[in-house]
Structure formats: C-alpha cells, structure tokens
C-alpha cells in the first residue's frame, strides 16, 4: 500500500511533469494532406470555392442535417459565408472565403466558437492535362495553455484521417460525374 507521502507527491509531481510536458509541445495544428484528382483544376474548384458544395463532400458535415446552416448570397466570391450550429452546442460556427484566385487557390478562414480561429488553404495544382494536385493545408493556433496544446496532440490523428476520408469521398465525386 502507498504512504500518503507518496500519494501527496505524485498528485503533485504528475500534474507538473504534464504542464511541463504540455509547454513544450507545438503552439499550433498544422495538418497537409494532398490527393491526385484525374480532372482539370477549373471542374475541381467549384467544390472548395462554392460553400454550398463543400458542405457536401467535407467530412465535417457529415451530421449537417441536425444543425442550421446559412450562407450569403454571394457565391465563390471573397466574403462569402457559411454559419454552422449545431442543435446540441451553443456557439456558433463560421467559414469564410478570404482569398481566392480562380482554378488555383482558396483560403478559407474558420472561426470555431469560443474563440479559436483557424484556417485551410486549398492549393490546386495541374500536373498534367485535366489532372490536379489537391494540396490541403488546415492551420489552427492553439496558443500557450498546455491543456490545449496537448488537444491538438490527441486530435491530429483523428483530423487527418477524416481530411482523408472526405478528400476520397470528393475524389470519387468527381472522377464519376
């Protein structure tokens, strides 16, 4: 049995190895993922630029049909929105087009709630006649409290496979139509 001693001491010591620990581990979720698609940049791009579309393909909106979205007007356009919430969590969502050059580039800016703002940037590269590059890029600073950096330790596996999962869904999207 343990002496209350060495309890004290490890309800002591552990907390501080994992603040110590966690201080040290990246200041941001950097997560890049690319896929080959066997169509043009000018057919791939309408489903990164047109918010409307990525909804349909990305994999988290995967539940889209229990929360309200909205959108502006404006499609494919710098400034067009797309506000998410969903029916069980009280903040609100945000994608945002921030930059955008036809057939080539789109950076999309995520406002998650809560104050954690993030981005992706979405790069389409023909590398030969109707075939593109899709090369992806999320961003998220996760700033200075450890507890927060080491969430972005534990979910960059599961991100990254489900950016995998969606970018196959799309693929398949859009070499069958």
Do not use: C
Request: proline residues 3%; charged residues 25%.
């Amino acid at each position: 049995m343990l002496s209350s001693l060495t309890i004290y001491f490890l309800l002591i010591f552990i907390p501080i190895i994992i603040v110590l620990i966690g201080i040290n581990l990246p200041n941001y979720l950097n997560l890049t993922e690319e896929i080959n698609i066997e169509k043009a940049p000018s057919v791939i791009f309408k489903y990164f630029a047109d918010l409307q579309e990525f909804i349909k393909w990305s994999p988290w909106f995967k539940n889209a049909k229990n929360s309200r979205i909205t959108y502006n007007d404006d499609t494919m356009t710098v400034g067009n929105q797309l506000k998410y919430k969903t029916t069980n969590r009280s903040f609100e969502k945000t994608i945002e087009i921030s930059h955008l050059e036809i057939n080539q580039k789109i950076i999309l800016e995520i406002d998650f709630g809560l104050s954690k703002k993030g981005n992706i940037e979405i790069n389409l590269v023909e590398n030969e006649k109707d075939k593109t590059i899709i090369k992806w890029n999320f961003y998220l600073p996760l700033g200075n409290n450890p507890i927060e950096r080491w969430f972005g330790l534990f979910i960059k596996h599961s991100f990254k496979k489900k950016l995998k999962k969606g970018l196959d869904k799309l693929k398949l999207k859009i070499e069958n139509s």
